[in-house]
């Protein structure tokens, strides 16, 4: 079987090149058998990697350890949930994952457009193949996905405990597949470059797939976060790790390619300006994959050194230099018909979003490569902490934050001042209430104080602007309230969705901004000891230590939580130590802590138990960290309005293919 | 706030368009540009005094030895393994002190206050921020040990592979 997986994965490479291609060939010469067998051609590649996942899950569920990879990751003890999820635990499946999931979209992206786009389709074809050579090219050459072990191990090396948690099992596929899907918009792009068809077609074509992508992107760095609060128990959620920051660059500049889109779908401004977006977004997703895989950049992440980085470095240099040269060739036909009317216009505001956007790729970009920037400059490696992304990125979140709530208020083309003045009124009282709302509440500082009242703000624009939408939906005709409200988001899907998403942002930076007020305490205590944070007292009640299975040693503490006097109850932060076993049948003990949280929409009390002392003692962190749940509230209100966005809307299309009729 | 979109044929407008244009900026493009150019510059003004603020130097500890005095004056980065048999805790107070080793044959002590990460232990990775004290003792004031990597096997294991 395992035979099987790597002559697919060898197959699947050789039909990818095919597809990379023939299609171009076949439509140069108008032979379009040759286009469609290309087409049928990502369909056998999606088989065939179909087929070696199989062969690799087998082997996790089979405990076939004569693999190195299913060696390394999994053991015969591990749950065959885990098994499952060790399938992307490591480079290898991740690979494998990638490139099944990059199979799906392609055959997808033929089947959607079997009947429409064939211009562009060729060239689509022959992208999405180039990017299935790479993959295939790693997965075959450079890091085999089937590499064998050089005797049969009896047991495996195990999995890492702290991936054994439910976040860390949904992280990084959701992060590959919103890495995965802005390779459609990015190959239709280059598509309409090749082809000469520059209209909005491809933007149009690819919309959905720009927000599925976005949203996949999102929640996959939000899930991240919350694994690394919930399971690492250092008390944050984001530390402007490298790691991180490679997911978090493609969001930014994603971001602003959602957002120019629908300057060019509304106006056809920006033409070339989308390009460069969707190029660079793209760029970013594989140079964020480059900095994780090639160990350049040193993180916390320490993801070891391997090959495939110079691979990743080689491909991206190649993509650089083609966009970059296709779009500066079609640069005179990529001029737009419109120009900017006025700076108070609802264009000019999606125009310093996107600036900001990009600032902020920037910075990050900059204060993660700066060891690297710096040795070259100045022959000194510098490092550059949290506190240098914090200075920066603050003011341009929030100053982000209150486009969103003003761009409601101002419309298309150019907003006139008595309008404005109009629009603004409710909310702008209503944020000044807000705004003083919050002094009163004891915020005094005023980076947390704008940044409620900017929350405050966009959240009364928008509430404004859907009341008024309500309002004229029951005066019009005999709708009640509920039904009028429902009317208008499902008959808006795309609008009121992108409304619902910006409310979700406003949840997230309230809890952001909670960090300001966080505080932590650690004490080592012996059992009837007291431990006092902020209002809240912890008394160290007792340990219990169980052996559930050979390879673990699980200890729990309990402590009582009292606030302002009144008990509300238990709280049980563990220690579990698991023995990772080595080939030599010994094995290391890997301590890890699980912390305890006693969540409210106020703030979390968050315990963690670390360490047992040779004394008798215990020693425990305790942190108050306001707010936090707003994060995950805003995570899911932004996961609601990208639905909404994405659904399928007759009307739309209808009114899109009116005017694309209309255009040829 | 309904947006009316024209609805003249985007070709025909588009050539038009292109034809009449002329050459330069308008009103509303130079506004935007001074906009963007400050906007532009306060996020270089803010990254540059970010830089100043937070940098921390890395260093291997060789160098740093090298260096002697005028290492103590600024954040330093330091990269290394922690030398067996010289790790000092008191855990009750939860100070921590041990040596920092690498290739080079010099060491250097360490001093934190806090919690140790859980993988802290002899012989692995680590990674302390912090500044050199007159008496050359190094006080970090975060210590990072290197997560078993993610996604690679981690090196003991590579090594009895």
Not at chain 2, 103 to 119: L, Q, R
Request: with cysteine; aromatic share 12%; proline share 4%.
């Amino acid at each position: 079987m395992n035979e099987i997986g790597e002559y697919s994965l060898i197959i699947a490479l050789a039909i990818s090149v095919y597809s990379a291609i023939v299609p171009v060939i076949g439509e140069k010469n108008g032979v379009k058998s040759m286009v469609k067998s290309s087409e049928y051609a990502l369909l056998a590649i999606f088989g065939l990697h179909t087929i070696a996942s199989i062969a690799l899950l087998r082997a996790f569920m089979t405990n076939d350890f004569s693999l190195e990879y299913v060696y390394s990751y999994s053991s015969i003890e591990l749950a065959p949930f885990y098994k499952m999820s060790a399938f992307w635990a490591g480079q290898k499946g991740s690979l494998l994952l990638w490139a099944w999931i990059l199979g799906l979209f392609s055959i997808i992206v033929v089947i959607q457009n079997r009947n429409k786009n064939r211009k562009l389709m060729p060239y689509v074809t022959s992208m999405l193949s180039v990017v299935l050579v790479l993959f295939g090219t790693l997965m075959v050459f450079a890091s085999p996905v089937f590499g064998k072990m050089p005797a049969m191990p009896p047991d495996g090396h195990g999995l890492n405990p702290m991936l054994q948690n439910p976040g860390m099992i949904f992280h990084p596929p959701t992060l590959y597949v919103g890495f995965v899907a802005f390779t459609i918009p990015f190959a239709f792009a280059m598509a309409a470059l090749l082809s000469n068809q520059l209209g909005d077609i491809w933007i149009r074509t690819t919309r959905r797939w720009t927000i599925f992508a976005w949203l996949f992107l999102t929640f996959g760095n939000l899930l991240g976060a919350n694994w690394a609060y919930v399971e690492l128990g250092w008390g944050g959620y984001w530390a402007w790790d490298p790691v991180e920051n490679a997911s978090f660059m493609p969001w930014l500049t994603g971001t602003a390619y959602l957002h120019s889109v629908m300057i060019q779908e509304k106006k056809n401004m920006l033409r070339t300006w989308n390009m460069v977006l969707v190029a660079l977004t793209f760029i970013l997703t594989i140079f964020g994959t480059f900095l994780t895989r090639s160990g350049m950049i040193s993180s916390v992440h320490s993801f070891g050194e391997t090959t495939v980085g110079m691979y990743f470095l080689v491909f991206l240099f190649m993509i650089i230099i083609f966009s970059a040269y296709l779009i500066i060739t079609r640069l005179p036909l990529l001029r737009g018909e419109h120009e900017l009317d006025s700076i108070i216009s609802r264009e000019a505001s999606f125009l310093f979003n996107n600036l900001l956007l990009i600032g902020a790729a920037f910075t990050v970009f900059w204060g993660t490569m700066f060891p690297m920037i710096s040795e070259l400059v100045r022959g000194e490696k510098i490092t550059v902490g949290p506190p240098f992304f914090n200075m920066v990125m603050v003011p341009i979140g929030i100053t982000l934050l209150l486009l969103t709530g003003i761009c409601p208020l101002i419309a298309w083309r150019k907003a006139s001042v008595k309008n404005f003045k109009k629009n603004f009124l409710t909310p702008g009282l209503l944020t000044l209430a807000g705004s003083i709302t919050v002094v009163v509440m004891g915020v005094h500082d005023f980076l947390p104080w704008i940044s409620f009242t900017v929350c405050i703000f966009v959240g009364a624009t928008i509430s404004t602007e859907i009341m008024r939408g309500v309002f004229a939906r029951m005066s019009g005709g005999k709708e009640s309230f509920g039904r009028a409200a429902l009317n208008l988001f499902w008959k808006n899907k795309r609008r009121y969705g992108g409304y619902i998403i910006h409310i979700g942002v406003v949840f997230a930076f309230i809890g952001f901004t909670g960090s300001h007020f966080n505080q932590e305490t650690e004490a080592s205590m012996r059992p009837g000891d007291k431990l006092t944070i902020k209002d809240y007292t912890l008394t160290y009640y007792n340990l219990k230590q169980t052996q559930p299975k050979e390879t673990l040693v699980h200890t729990e503490a309990t402590l009582l939580v009292e606030k302002g006097g009144e008990k509300i109850g238990y709280i049980m932060p563990e220690r579990n130590t698991y023995f990772l076993k080595n080939i030599d049948g010994s094995s290391n003990p890997q301590p890890t802590s699980e912390v305890a949280i006693h969540t409210t929409y106020a703030e979390d009390l968050y315990v963690i138990f670390a360490s047992m002392n040779e004394d008798g003692t215990a020693t425990f962190k305790a942190h108050i960290n306001p707010l936090v749940k707003w994060i995950w509230l805003g995570t899911l209100l932004m996961g609601l309005g990208g639905i909404l966005a994405m659904w399928p809307d007759r009307r739309e299309r209808k009114r899109f293919e009116a005017r694309h009729t209309a255009a040829s | 706030m309904e947006n009316k979109e024209p609805q003249v044929p985007s070709n025909e407008r588009d050539t038009a368009n292109r034809l009449s244009r002329k050459k330069g900026f308008n009103k509303a493009q130079k506004k935007f540009a001074i906009g963007g150019v400050i906007l532009g510059g306060a996020i270089i003004y803010l990254m540059i005094t970010g830089i100043n603020a937070s940098s921390s130097y890395y260093y291997t500890v060789a160098e740093v030895i090298a260096m002697g005095d005028s290492a103590t004056s600024k954040g330093l980065r330091l990269e290394g393994k922690v030398a067996p048999g010289t790790i000092e805790q008191d855990t009750a107070n939860l100070k921590l002190k041990f040596n920092i080793i690498d290739e080079s044959e010099g060491a250097i002590p360490v001093f934190y206050e806090g919690i140790t990460p859980d993988m802290f232990q002899e012989e692995i990775d680590v990674v302390v921020e912090g500044s050199l004290n007159k008496d050359g003792l190094f006080v970090a004031k975060r210590l990072l040990t290197s997560c078993p990597s993610k996604y690679e096997a981690s090196k003991d294991v590579k090594k009895s592979i």
